[in-house]
């Protein structure tokens, strides 16, 4: 018998609004110990998804440099007033600003072997699984490893 996604995905899903701002994902992520969430809209259809990674981006030393280096440009040798220099360090951005728009999907009766292959061959870790294009669930390898340590028949 074949492990579908529908048997192993995590549901319900927790998700965020496009215009979820970046401290309340970072708390989300935070809070529930998750790596990534889909963005989803009113209707539960996916827009993309947000994973840690995108939101330490801008952390990323040659980020910084680049910013430093544009704050420096403007300011051209004179002090820039601080309510300024608070907002540019300020985050506005939202989950429609850093989401990744192009995300791997599966479907509820997707198999195991179907699943780990997507997710190798992109190189992706976790896939959203869609009903009738909304997202009902999400299965990430950590979920695929644990349907395998459950059911390790199926390995032969």
Not at 95 to 117: C, K, R, Y
């Amino acid at each position: 018998m074949s492990i579908i996604a529908a048997a192993i995905m995590t549901t319900p899903v927790t998700v965020v609004a496009p215009q979820s701002s970046m401290a309340e994902i970072a708390s989300l992520l935070a809070s529930r110990h998750l790596s990534a969430v889909p963005v989803c809209h009113p209707d539960k259809t996916l827009a993309g998804i947000v994973s840690e990674s995108d939101i330490l981006k801008p952390f990323r030393e040659s980020v910084r440099a680049r910013r430093d280096w544009w704050l420096g440009v403007i300011a051209e040798g004179e002090e820039l007033p601080q309510d300024f220099l608070d907002y540019i360090r300020q985050d506005t951005r939202t989950a429609a600003d850093i989401m990744v728009a192009h995300v791997f999907t599966a479907a509820e009766s997707d198999t195991l072997p179907q699943l780990a292959e997507m997710m190798i061959k992109h190189g992706i870790k976790r896939l959203p699984v869609l009903r009738d294009g909304k997202v009902v669930g999400i299965v990430s390898r950590a979920d695929l490893v644990a349907a395998i340590a459950q059911s390790p028949a199926m390995l032969v």
